[in-house]
T-cell receptor, first 113, second 112 residues
Framework: EDQVTQSPEALRLQEGESSSLNCSYT??????LFWYRQDPGKGPEFLFT???AGEEKEKERLKATLTKKESFLHITAPKPEDSATYLC??????????????FGGGTRVLVKP | EAQVTQNPRYLITVTGKKLTVTCSQN?????MSWYRQDPGLGLRQIYY???????DKGDVPEGYKVSRKEKRNFPLILESPSPNQTSLYFC???????????FGPGTRLLVL
């Protein structure tokens, strides 16, 4: 069974204090690893897709990296508007799994000015 | 604007009273899916649809039904809601399911 574990559960940062979020996963053949941002009461908003170990993607202050067992979301010099819950999800290669995304529990990030 | 819409956004109902949550996408996506989100359990897939008239169960299908008669719509039906179906529900769509899934704004359901 596919599993995704995110750590830490919560993270409090001062504005400008860089940090990293971890997503550890086990999956029967990785089709893709997805990062989403979720604001309270809203739907997950897509950030990145990573497909193979060594791949990196960047968007503004966010950078996602992927290894064979985990992914990191690095937040560089965060601003208060980066406060959100960040979700990691994996999709297996097997089509029979219904293209299901298996999500981790998320990391709640609070950036204080 | 490309989007997934859900209605209603908030719903309070009583045990046993049938309800339908609608989901519509304007991106001509073949794949659509329903998830529920609960504290401590994260997002879990309820049902999915690979295309019109093709639906299948996800991880937590008990107590739910779906239909896919048109490509753009994928309603979630609770024929006899129970309090354990109180949750935040999200609809998602993807071109074929093998790419990024885009989520709707969510429907918060309370079953008394």
């Amino acid at each position: 069974e596919d599993q995704v574990t995110q750590s830490p559960e919560a993270l409090r940062l001062q504005e400008g204090e860089s940090s990293s979020l971890n997503c550890s996963y086990t999956v029967s053949g990785l089709r893709g690893l997805f990062w989403y941002r979720q604001d309270p009461g809203k739907g997950p908003e897509f950030l990145f897709t990573l497909y193979s170990a060594g791949e990196e993607k960047e968007k503004e202050r966010l950078k996602a990296t992927l290894t064979k067992k985990e992914s990191f979301l690095h937040i560089t010099a965060p601003k208060p508007e980066d406060s959100a819950t960040y979700l990691c999800a994996v999709q297996p290669m097997i089509k029979a799994a219904g293209n299901k995304l298996t999500f981790g529990g998320g990391t709640r990030v609070l950036v204080k000015p | 604007e490309a989007q997934v819409t859900q209605n209603p956004r908030y719903l309070i109902t009583v045990t046993g009273k049938k309800l339908t949550v609608t989901c519509s996408q304007n991106m001509n996506h073949e794949y659509m899916s329903w998830y529920r989100q609960d504290p401590g359990l994260g997002l879990r897939q309820i049902y999915y649809s690979m295309n019109v008239e093709v639906t299948d169960k996800g991880d937590v299908p008990e107590g739910y039904k779906v239909s896919r008669k048109e490509k753009r719509n994928f309603p979630l039906i609770l024929e006899s809601p129970s309090p354990n179906q109180t949750s935040l529900y999200f609809c998602a769509s993807s071109p074929t399911g093998r790419e990024t899934q885009y989520f709707g704004p969510g429907t918060r359901l309370l079953v008394l």
